[in-house]
Nanobody, 122 residues
């Protein structure tokens, strides 16, 4: 139901924009999140946005570099990633919370995309 795309190889300091599209009719009511998981590490949240789009969350590790946004008309959520660092290398997942809230806990999300790999390397 969720299709993530936009990953790839980028040099340190570069940018990427991830997209997560869904065909669901109720996308506009969902809270959305982006998570990442690096090899040997736990999955962690990198951004979340409330269904209304007016409230967002970022952990300190990405604050000021990543921006989450949504286009409810296109049923798509985006993650703009700037000033990328090698430690940002991971598989990135989008997720949907049907309750619509802004939540940072992965257990609250009901649907997950397949993941897209982001590699930051020189």
């Amino acid at each position: 139901q969720l299709q993530a795309s936009g990953g790839g190889l980028v040099h340190p300091g570069g940018s990427l924009r991830l997209s997560c599209a869904t065909s669901g009719r109720t996308f506009s009511t969902y809270g959305m999140g982006w998570f990442r998981q690096a090899p040997g590490k736990k999955r962690e949240i990198v951004a979340a946005i409330k269904w209304s789009g007016d409230i967002t969350y970022y952990p300190d590790s990405v604050k000021g570099r990543f921006t989450i946004s949504r286009d409810n008309a296109k049923n798509t959520v985006y993650l703009q990633m700037n000033s990328l660092k090698p430690e940002d290398t991971a598989v990135y997942y989008c997720a949907a919370d049907t309750a619509g809230a802004l939540t940072i806990w992965s257990g609250n999300y009901d649907y997950w995309g397949q993941g897209t790999l982001v590699t930051v390397s020189s």
